[in-house]
């Protein structure tokens, strides 16, 4: 890792007045002040500190050093960037001096301006070091900061392995879920509200926690010193220095603060963290389906804009389902104006065909008379209707053939209205032969596939011809 | 399209998570991919000139098959002239979306809830013949449970919205409790499907007004 360090400071080398605070020869109070100093100047002018961020030197000394954990108000800022993928991440140049002084001697900054694309290599580059979940804590007032959307920049800061990480289990599962989290720039608000509730549950915690650090002026007495590790009681920090030829990889030195810090502390922190973790899981999940539903609508309503005319100017869920609505309901008062105006055109309509052909069968048929000439008419269309349907020939399948035909029947229909009962009589008998000899055309006629009920039509029109030839038989 | 629109937020994310949302993904996609051929499909469906003469023709039967009475006392009363117009005309009405919604085959909700509607109102009259048989003491129904309406800031965003998908929802057949996206699909079919009622039914009463004057005027 020490590698890997010249050549990032290197590359961020830049030229910068606060890089000073870097070294180890500064006490923690000097660095503080600088921070705090740096901390207001980037808070005016945010372009410089973009700038000066990459400037950051990182000192190597730090690997043998003091590995502070920040808890600061500042840091949260950094931290919301980190979680949210922000697009106002001003990181604080306080927190990445802290990140140094945490013994991040080879991070690069490396300032993304894509939200979600720099957010996953961030975590990628966390996976490294595990030193995330000490800076859960954001403080309200600078959570409420973060809610305006400006320019995206995000850190990545990757740091090698072996700084100090006493969590670095919990911190890689905490990774994996920021770097699921972080999709998409719609998201962005959901993302930090769920940040930011969670970093508000945790600020109440970690702050109950170092609630004795935090103590700016009061020194120390809350550390739990042992013989390895001592504590340096400075607010927001929790130093555990490391003589020398102590190891100082992540594991000895989680065992170490674990140790001052006592195992209670630690499960508290677990369970927080995971915590947080289902948080995430259930942000990213409702998000998932947020979208996916959103999605769905606009393509419905797309095509509905198809649909209507007189829809392409409207944007806007509200105008489009005016539109809509309108539309549907001048329909459907078409249909209903229609449909009275086929009632009238056919006034024979009203009338239930079973129960005319129950009558028909018997002799006693003398009054449906009527209805059975006028039903037989509709019938016949009907009938004369299906043949055209079957070759799927003419445009509405009704010719002028046919109606010419149904005009003749409408004729000598017409005429029996005024015939008087004792015809009807004689009529009715001379439809009882008929029926035997039009059976070989029912046949052909159920051959067409009909819903039962509609069977029957077909069997009114041996009638029709019957009452044709005998209404004709009657004229002439 | 869409298909796009989900897949690039997953590029980013972590592998992991990755594989069980893909799946996701790709049941949602396929999903949509269905929609779309459905609709589309629907859309053609309702558009092409086999459709409406298959209409024209199954409504016609119906027309014949019409009845204004009501199914008790269907029997008694056979006089053809006591129907008033309207009553003919909301039974043309009702023998014309029920045909409707036998051309659309059922398989939207619009036209399923058109067909079980009357079987209902039949079930909910044979109930009231019984109940009123059996039980006379009790006249007055259960009083409805008053229906609140729950304002969501969020959601489906503002109240106007909201009550403009519910006035949608009363309007389409079938859908009064049925979430947006729905409502919008069957709003797309049943739209199609009335376009072409209207069209059937008007060539159909063209024709028939015709031949009647025709009638009128030869003799």
């Known amino acids: 890792m020490n590698r890997a360090l010249p050549e990032m400071l290197n590359c961020m080398n830049a030229p910068g007045t606060f890089l000073a605070g870097n070294s180890t020869d500064m006490t923690v109070l000097e660095r503080q002040r600088a921070r705090m100093k740096w901390h207001q100047h980037e808070h005016n002018d945010p372009i410089q500190l973009h700038q000066q961020q990459q400037g950051y030197n990182f000192s190597g000394n730090e690997l043998s050093g003091v590995f502070p954990v920040p808890i600061p ?52 580059g966390h996976n490294n070091n595990g030193n995330i979940s000490r800076t859960f804590s954001c403080p309200p007032t600078v959570a409420a900061e973060k809610k305006s959307n400006d320019a995206v920049l995000s850190q990545k800061i990757s740091s090698p392995a072996g700084k100090e990480s006493f969590k670095k289990r919990k911190a890689d599962k905490v990774q994996s879920n920021k770097a699921v989290a972080a999709e998409d720039d719609s998201t962005e608000k959901r993302m930090k509200g769920c940040a930011e509730e969670g970093d508000s549950k945790i600020t109440e915690q970690t702050s109950n926690k170092n609630n004795t650090n935090n103590d700016r002026e009061s020194s120390g007495d809350t550390s739990k010193d042992n013989s390895k590790a001592s504590e340096v009681q400075k607010p927001d920090y929790i130093h555990v220095r490391a003589r020398r030829g102590q190891a100082t990889d992540s594991h000895s030195l989680a065992e170490r603060v674990s140790r001052t810090r006592g195992v209670s502390d630690f499960y508290k922190s677990l369970s927080l963290l995971l915590q947080i973790i289902l948080f995430n899981c259930l ?45 549907v ?7 209903e104006f229609l449909s009275m105006k086929l009632a009238a055109v056919n006034p ?22 009527q209805t059975i000439g006028m ?8 009938y004369v209707q299906f043949n055209p349907v079957q070759q799927m020939v003419s445009s509405c399948g009704l010719d002028m053939g046919i109606n010419s035909s149904d005009l003749a029947l409408r004729r000598t229909i017409s005429a029996p209205v005024s ?3 004792t015809f009807l009589d004689t009529s009715c008998f001379t439809q009882a032969p008929p029926t035997a000899i039009w059976d070989a055309d029912l046949q052909n006629l159920f051959n067409v596939e009909f819903q039962q009920g509609r069977t029957t039509p077909f069997q009114s029109q041996p009638f029709t011809g019957s009452i044709e030839a005998s209404n004709l038989k009657m004229e002439m | 399209m869409a298909s796009t629109l989900i897949s690039t937020p997953i590029t980013n994310s972590d592998r992991a998570r990755d594989s069980s949302r893909r799946k996701k993904k790709k049941k949602i996609q396929a999903k949509q991919d269905h929609h779309q051929q459905q609709e589309a499909q629907s859309h053609t469906k309702w558009k092409s000139e086999a459709q409406q003469q298959l209409y024209s023709s199954k409504l016609l ?9 009501p199914p008790n006392t269907a029997n008694t009363n056979t006089n053809p002239s006591s129907s008033s117009p309207p009553r003919r005309g909301r039974a043309v009405r009702e023998a014309a979306d029920r045909v409707l919604a036998v051309a659309a085959k059922g398989r939207t909700r619009w036209s399923r809830a058109i067909l ?27 009083p409805r449970k008053p229906k609140f309406s729950v304002y969501r800031l969020k959601g489906k965003g503002l109240p106007a919205v909201q009550k403009k998908v519910r006035v949608l929802g009363r309007l389409v057949p079938g859908c009064r409790k049925q979430p947006l996206p729905v409502i919008l699909e069957e709003a797309t079919d049943y739209i199609a499907a009335l376009e072409m009622q209207v069209r059937a039914m008007s060539r159909l009463a063209q024709l028939l007004s015709g031949s009647t004057s025709g009638a009128a005027g030869s003799t």
Not at chain 1, 329 to 335: A, K
Not at chain 1, 351 to 362: G, P, R, T, V, Y
Not at chain 2, 118 to 142: C, D, E, V
């Open chain 1, 419 to 421: 015939i008087p009962e």
């Open chain 1, 329 to 335: 309901q001048s329909l459907q008062r078409q249909v």
């Open chain 2, 61 to 69: 039967q119906a027309l014949s098959q019409v009845s204004i009475n």
């Open chain 1, 375 to 382: 039903t037989s008419e509709m019938t016949n269309s009907a």
């Open chain 1, 348 to 369: 024979r309509l009203d009338f239930n065909i079973d129960d005319l052909f129950a009558k028909e069968m018997f002799p006693a048929c003398a009054a449906n008379f």
């Open chain 1, 283 to 327: 942000c990213q999940c409702l998000i998932v389906i947020i979208q996916v539903r959103r999605e769905k609508i606009s393509e419905r309503m797309k095509y509905l804009q198809d649909l209507v005319p007189g829809c392409n100017k409207i944007t806007g869920k509200a105008g489009m389902l005016d539109e809509i609505i309108n539309y």
């Open chain 2, 116 to 142: 079980t509607s009357r079987l209902k109102i039949k079930f909910r009259q044979h109930k009231r013949q019984r109940s009123a048989a059996a039980s006379s003491g009790t006249g007055s129904t259960r």
């Open chain 1, 73 to 124: 108000a500042g840091q949260a800022q950094g931290f919301m960037g980190l979680v949210c993928g922000d697009s106002e991440v001003k990181p604080d140049p306080c927190s990445e001096n802290r990140w140094a002084e945490l013994g991040y001697g080879s991070c690069g900054l490396v300032v993304n301006n894509n939200g979600a694309a720099g957010f996953e290599e961030m975590i990628n």
